[in-house]
């Protein structure tokens, strides 16, 4: 897995005030403790300390303010161009823990939308502001060829693979660990997300390591598990050309039907192969950071049985299934109509166990 060149790029130069102690530590973001763009920090003028004393009856300046909450949008450099992400800040002097949200398949954006497919839920702008709420920055962002990131993938379908995605997240994970003002980073990822995670953590140093709604099995058998409603020849079908993926072969004679064009289509089977190279427990069972697992009992997509081979395969981790949580970390039912609100209703909360159990985690590191 290569570790692409990384380049921290600040929309809003407010994004990057400092506390006192991170100033004083040498950030680049800062020039000293309070001291305004131009102006050099106490001392700067050679002043011995005692000869800064304010004079008798004076009183001593008070210390500067810590920073508001902010949010800003920042880039990183892949190979091929722009990742962009919003970071969140929390109020305060800090440093802070910070995590770096990964998102899940398809062509999700940084607020964990999918235009074309009518998801709308804001699931990872909730995730990262309810952290921010509780004192813990974030970074999430649009995957390459998305949004922000359209530059920063292939030119070509042909040219992807899974592994490009843990690549840039380790990149996030740079820059956090290169900004002075965090002082743990932790890697949360979401359904796909969490095996690019569980990928990330191994290529670059993390705090911790969070799964949240992620398989426990590789793609090939859960992609067996979600066409075994086809009818029987299509099926048949579907399983032959899996097979073939798996064994590393592109396969030509693909029906020519939207499923099997969807799913199967010559330039995408590359980056089908690169991924079922993968299989989560063990990829899990490598990762040496600490260790939470989330899944909700209302997740129609993923069930809770792929967390609980997840936990078998890393006994020290913690397992927590929340109670009538859906997918997209918003509550539900199993009803039509309560999943579909889940999906689309950004007004609809993230269920605050989410945010209470990684909290904890990262109190802990």
Known sequence: MSLRSNHLVPARRAAFALSCAVALAGSPFG??????????????????????????????PNPPACPEATSADLTVENAYGALAGTLEVPAGCGPFPSVVILPGSGPTDRDGNQAAAGVAADTYRLLAEGLRDRGIASIRYDKAGIGGS????????????????ADDAVLWVKALRDDGRFATVTVVGHSEGSLLGMLAAQAIEVDGYVSIAGAGRPIGEVLRDQLAGLPDEDRAKAYEILGRLEAGELVE???????????????????????????????????????????????IQVGVQEAERLAGARPDA???????????LKEATLSSASQRAAYTDPSLPVVPRVLDEIGALLRAE
Do not use: N
Request: charged share 20%; glycine share 10%; net charge negative.
């Open 31 to 60: 020039v000293g403790c309070g001291a305004a763009e131009g102006e050099s920090s106490a001392g700067g003028d050679g002043a011995l300390p005692d000869e800064t004393e304010p004079p008798p009856g004076q009183d001593t």
């Open 253 to 299: 004679d693909v029906p020519q039907t939207e499923l099997f064009l969807g799913l199967f289509r010559p330039s995408v089977q590359p980056y089908i192969i690169s991924w079922m190279k993968h299989d989560p427990a063990v990829e899990l069972a490598a990762v040496k950071a600490p260790v939470l697992l989330l899944h909700g009992t209302a997740d």
């Open 318 to 328: 913690k397992l927590v299934l929340v109670e009538g949580m859906s997918h997209t």
């Open 150 to 165: 359209a530059s920063a993938a292939p030119r070509s379908e042909q040219e992807l693979r899974f592994e490009m995605g």
